[in-house]
């Protein structure tokens, strides 16, 4: 599977962005997607997850209420609806791709990677 992110920029607090990432290659309907952040001097972390079918999702606390995850998969494309932006949200954003078929925030338990966005978030 081959990820492409697009979507960031900069915004100001308060303001809203939507990241997009478009797999091709193996088959992309049966993965479990994630989101994750990395900002400078920080450990990568967990933003939001998807089930295969989309019946599941997941969040990070720190998101939860403002960012919503959501997947086309005649499009091959996930999503990240990211709402009241706030400047600790600044970060360069992954998305990945599990062929797991059970839900992880962890990065280690991710098989692919997109190439990252960055958000930026001024106050």
């Known amino acids: 599977v081959q990820l492409q992110a697009s979507g960031g920029g900069l915004v100001q607090a308060g303001g809203s962005l939507r990241l997009s990432c478009t797999a091709s290659g193996r088959t992309f309907s049966s993965s479990f997607m994630g989101w994750f952040r990395q900002a400078p001097g920080k450990e990568r972390e967990f933003v939001a997850a998807i089930s295969w079918s989309g019946g599941r999702r997941y969040y990070a606390g720190s998101v939860k209420g403002r960012f919503t995850i959501s997947r086309d998969n005649a499009k091959n494309t996930v999503y990240l609806q990211m709402n009241s932006l706030k400047p600790e949200d600044t970060a360069v954003y992954y998305c990945?791709?599990?062929?797991?078929?059970?839900?992880?925030?962890?990065?280690?338990?991710?098989?692919?990677w997109g190439q990252g966005t960055q958000v930026t978030v001024s106050s």
């Open positions: 990945a791709a599990s062929i797991a078929t059970m839900y992880s925030p962890t990065p280690a338990d991710y098989n692919y």
